[in-house]
């Protein structure tokens, strides 16, 4: 779920996809879960929620994660090209 959330708050903010555009790339029938997702993430992001134990046990607060993601996209696009 939280996976889901990130992604949907990334698309959003680094394309000029819509909701629906997004919902349709992630195999999802409803833009509405879409928007629901980013809204979500948005506020535990506000509210400075931690983000759930990564595999190896590695705790960080979900801004850190998310940070993290971005930075990894801009870096995987820029080389794309």
């Excluded at 029938?29 to 979500?40: I, K, L, P």
């Excluded at 930075?71 to 090209?81: D, F, H, M």
């Amino acid at each position: 779920v939280q996976a889901r959330a990130i992604v949907a708050y990334l698309a959003r903010e680094l394309t000029t996809h819509s909701y629906p555009e997004i919902a349709q790339a992630v195999g999802r029938s409803y833009h509405s879960t879409v928007h629901t997702a980013d809204q979500r993430l948005r506020k535990q992001l506000a509210d400075g929620d931690a983000a759930e134990p990564a595999a190896d046990g590695r705790a960080m607060s979900l801004r850190e994660l998310v940070d993290q993601l971005r930075y990894e996209v801009l870096k995987a696009a820029s080389r794309a090209g």
